[in-house]
Nanobody, 123 residues
Framework: QVHLVESGGGLVQAGGSLRLSCTAS????????MGWYRQAPGQLRESLAA???????NYADSVKGRFTVSRDYAANTMYLQMNSLKPEDTAVYYC?????????????????WGKGTLVTVSS
């Protein structure tokens, strides 16, 4: 089991910045990939940014150049630095962790989710 807790959400004006954190606890040694998602009212959850166990990152086009994902492996924490925020960035932001388990010849993967943190960007 892995438990994820997000923090850092809040209200910010357009053009401002926020830094989200996601701290993992439990079987953190099994975590391989971590990522940030968001879900706006009435919309599907979308992937924003991810960071692998090797540090490789990737971003959705909608946030590329504005958001930066990073990971402190020792602290079991992932961050999302969000700059140049826009009203359309308003959403609940979720942390995701992918865990691998099982024997090498039959590795399985499981997703864990945090409860989310609300980001509101005013115009």
């Amino acid at each position: 089991q892995v438990h994820l807790v997000e923090s850092g959400g809040g209200l910010v004006q357009a053009g401002g910045s926020l830094r989200l954190s996601c701290t993992a606890s439990g079987r953190t040694r099994s975590i391989v990939d971590m990522g940030w998602y968001r879900q706006a009212p009435g919309q599907l959850r979308e992937s924003l940014a991810a960071v692998s166990s090797s540090g490789t990152t990737n971003y959705a086009d909608s946030v590329k150049g504005r958001f930066t994902v990073s990971r402190d492996y020792a602290a079991n924490t992932m961050y999302l630095q969000m700059n140049s925020l826009k009203p359309e960035d308003t959403a609940v932001y979720y942390c995701n962790a992918v865990v691998e388990f099982g024997p090498v010849e039959r590795v399985q993967r499981r997703d864990y989710w945090g409860k989310g943190t609300l980001v509101t960007v005013s115009s």
